[in-house]
């Protein structure tokens, strides 16, 4: 099993800056793209950013220019930094990962619980 925790939300006005963490655990063989993703209040999930093993991005266009995502692989964490929010960026934050458990297994999806964001205007 796997579990991923996000760490970092909070409350803060807008303009203001925010650095959200996933920590993944448990056992991996390794961690093939990793992500974030948000849902606000009565909306469906979306993607935010992903992120490749080897380093290739990919972004909303809502985000674009504003959060940045990287990752360690050596510490099976991915990282959020978000800027410049704005109060449309409110929402939960997950992150989730494509895990590969041994040496012969297949990709398996797994998600966090979760980090709330709350941007006042």
């Known amino acids: 099993q796997v579990q991923l925790v996000e760490s970092g939300g909070g409350l803060l006005q807008a303009g203001g800056s925010l650095r959200l963490s996933c920590a993944a655990s448990?056992?991996?063989?390794?961690?093939?793209?990793m992500g974030w993703y948000r849902q606000a209040p009565g909306k469906q999930r979306e993607l935010v950013a992903t992120?490749?093993?080897?380093?290739?991005?990919n972004y909303a266009d809502s985000v674009k220019g504003r959060f940045t995502i990287s990752r360690d692989n050596a510490k099976n964490t991915v990282y959020l930094q978000m800027n410049s929010l704005k109060p449309e960026d409110t929402a939960v934050y997950y992150c989730?990962?494509?895990?590969?458990?041994?040496?012969?297994?297949?990709?398996?999806?797994?998600w966090g619980k979760g980090t709330l964001v709350t941007v006042s205007s």
């Open positions: 989730n990962a494509e895990v590969v458990a041994s040496f012969a297994g297949t990709n398996v999806v797994y």
């Open positions: 448990g056992i991996i063989f390794k961690i093939n793209t």
């Open positions: 992120i490749t093993s080897g380093g290739t991005t």
